[in-house]
C-alpha cells in the first residue's frame, strides 16, 4: 500500500479477469470527502477511456452515536497532532475534523440526510494489452490526483459473483451528505464538452474544465506567452508532466536554456531520460534509465551561460529535428523554451520554423514559450511559427495590444485585463486567456499537491 497524506482518496485496483468474451478491470474509490468530488468529475471525463461506471447509495438511518464516534476519533488525532506541531497542525487532519463535525450536525438535524456511496470505474476490453494500457492510465491519473492505491492480487474466484452484482462489503463504502451529492455528477444545460487529452483549466465564466487534445486538431502546436513570474513555466511543465503520467507522449524533447525543468527531480518511474549538456566547446550526454519498461525518451538540452551560442543552439535544434524524423514512435512533445533565444539569429529562426510547419508530418507538438507576442511579429520567420501554432496561451502580459496585429483583437470580446491575471511567480494557481479557433475564453489553472510537490 502506497500512502500519501495530501489526500483522502483511497482507491483499490484489482487486476483483470475474464469475463463475458472481454478482459475488465475494476477500480473502486472510497473514502472521499466533499471537497474531492469535483476532482473525481474531472478525473472520469479526462481518461478518454470505455468504461462503466456504476455509483451505488443506501441512505442511513439516524444514529447520532456511530457519527459522534467519527468525530471523536478525528478530533483525538487533531489534539494529537498539536501536540507534535502546535504551530502548524497537520491542515489534512484540520480539514478532516471539520467535516466530521459537519457530518455529524447533518445527521443530528431534523432535515438532513447521510448516504453511504459505492463508486466503481471499470475499463474493458477485448484486448487484454489495451485493458492493461487503460488500466495503468488510470493509475497514473489517480497519483497524480494525490490518491494513496491498495493494490491487491488477482480476485478469487469466490468473489467474481458479488463484483458482477456490485454488492461490497461495507468497508468499501465512504460518507457523503446531500448537498455534496449534488456536486458528485456534473450537470451541463448544452452540449458536453470535448473530454479528450489532459485537463488544462476551468472556464472562469461557466465553471467547465477544459481539456486539450495535442494531436487531435489541424495543428498540432501552441504558444505561451507571458511576463515573468505570470505562471507560463509553471503552466507548461504540468502540461509536460500530466502528458507523460497519461502516457500521451512517448518522446518529450525539452529546450531548456535556463537549466529549470525536472532539475534534481527523478523521471525514472516514468521514462528513460537522456540529458545533453552544452558547454562552451563540447556536448555531454547523459542517460538515465527508466525501471518503468515503457520505451519512453524525454530528452532535455541544456546550456552553460557561455555555450549559448547560435552555433550550439543550431546544433541542438538539429539534433532534435533529426530525432523527431528517425523517431517511429506515434507522438512527440517538443518544448522551446525563451523561444526570443532561437528567433535572434536567421539560422535557427529558419530551423525553427521548419520544425513547427512540418511538425504535423511527424506526429509532433511543438510549445514555444517567451514572453511577449512581439518576439514573433518581429520577423516573417516567427510569424510563420505564431501562424502555425493553433492553441495560444496568454498569461499576464504587458504588451497584449499587439495581438491585433495576429488577428486576435481582444476588442471583439469585451473588456479584457491582461495586465492583472492572478497567480504565478510560485503559485500552483493562475489565470490565463486561451485563444483557439476564433475563441478566446478565460481559464482558471489548478495543480494538484503531486505536481506542486515535484514540479517546486
Avoid at 504535423?360 to 517567451?370: D, E, K, N, P
Wanted: charged residues 25%; proline residues 3%; glycine residues 6%.
Amino acid at each position: 500500500m502506497k500512502k500519501r497524506s495530501i489526500n483522502p482518496i483511497k482507491v483499490r485496483i484489482y487486476k483483470s479477469y475474464f469475463h463475458s468474451n472481454r478482459y475488465k478491470s475494476h477500480i473502486r474509490i472510497s473514502d472521499s470527502k466533499p471537497a474531492n468530488t469535483l476532482d473525481i468529475s474531472q478525473f472520469i471525463n479526462a481518461l478518454s477511456v470505455p468504461l462503466d461506471v456504476v455509483y451505488s447509495l443506501d441512505k442511513l438511518k439516524k444514529d447520532s452515536k456511530i457519527f459522534g464516534r467519527i468525530r471523536a476519533a478525528k478530533r483525538a488525532n487533531l489534539m494529537s497532532e498539536k501536540k507534535k506541531h502546535p504551530q502548524n497542525p497537520s491542515q489534512r487532519l484540520v480539514a478532516e475534523e471539520k467535516y466530521a463535525s459537519k457530518i455529524y450536525e447533518i445527521n443530528s438535524s431534523e432535515t438532513g440526510s447521510i448516504y453511504q456511496g459505492i463508486f466503481t470505474i471499470s475499463p474493458e476490453s477485448t484486448n487484454p494489452v489495451k485493458l492493461r494500457e487503460y488500466t495503468f492510465r488510470i493509475r497514473n491519473s489517480l497519483e497524480l490526483m494525490g490518491a494513496s492505491l491498495n493494490l491487491k492480487k488477482r480476485f478469487p474466484r469466490s468473489y467474481l459473483g458479488k463484483l458482477n452484482s456490485f454488492n461490497f462489503v461495507k468497508a468499501d463504502r465512504y460518507l457523503i451528505d446531500s448537498q455534496s451529492l449534488v456536486c458528485l455528477i456534473p450537470w451541463f444545460t448544452d452540449s458536453v464538452p470535448d473530454t479528450s487529452g489532459i485537463l488544462i483549466g476551468l472556464d472562469s465564466y461557466s465553471g467547465k474544465p477544459i481539456f486539450l487534445n495535442l494531436w487531435a486538431r489541424s495543428s498540432f502546436n501552441s504558444i505561451i506567452l507571458g511576463e515573468i513570474g505570470s505562471g507560463k513555466s509553471y503552466f507548461t511543465k504540468t502540461i509536460l508532466l500530466r502528458n507523460l503520467l497519461l502516457d500521451l507522449a512517448d518522446e518529450i524533447y525539452i529546450f531548456d536554456p535556463m537549466n529549470e525543468y525536472f532539475l534534481g527531480k527523478s523521471l525514472a518511474p516514468y521514462s528513460d531520460v537522456e540529458i545533453i549538456s552544452f558547454s562552451e566547446d563540447t556536448a555531454n550526454k547523459i542517460l538515465l534509465t527508466s525501471n518503468a519498461n515503457k520505451n519512453k525518451i524525454i530528452r532535455i538540452f541544456r546550456f552553460m551561460e557561455n555555450a549559448k551560442t547560435e552555433s550550439n543552439f543550431l546544433l541542438c535544434l538539429s539534433e532534435m529535428f533529426d530525432s523527431i524524423k528517425k523517431s517511429e514512435s506515434k507522438r512527440k512533445l517538443m518544448i522551446i523554451d525563451e523561444a526570443h533565444l532561437l528567433l535572434r539569429y536567421d539560422k535557427t529562426m529558419k530551423l525553427f520554423g521548419e520544425i513547427v510547419r512540418s511538425s504535423r508530418h511527424y506526429l509532433t507538438s511543438v510549445f514555444s514559450i517567451s514572453q511577449g507576442i512581439g518576439e514573433f511579429l518581429s520577423s516573417q520567420g516567427g510569424q510563420s511559427i505564431f501562424e502555425n501554432s493553433i492553441n495560444v496561451f496568454i498569461f499576464r502580459n504587458k504588451f497584449w495590444e499587439n495581438l491585433r496585429d495576429t488577428g486576435i483583437d481582444p476588442a471583439e470580446y469585451g473588456y479584457l485585463d491582461f495586465k492583472n491575471l492572478s497567480g504565478g511567480k510560485g503559485e500552483s494557481y493562475s489565470e490565463f486567456f486561451y485563444y483557439t479557433n476564433g475563441n478566446l475564453r478565460k481559464l482558471a489553472y489548478i495543480s494538484t499537491d503531486f505536481e506542486k510537490n515535484f514540479i517546486d
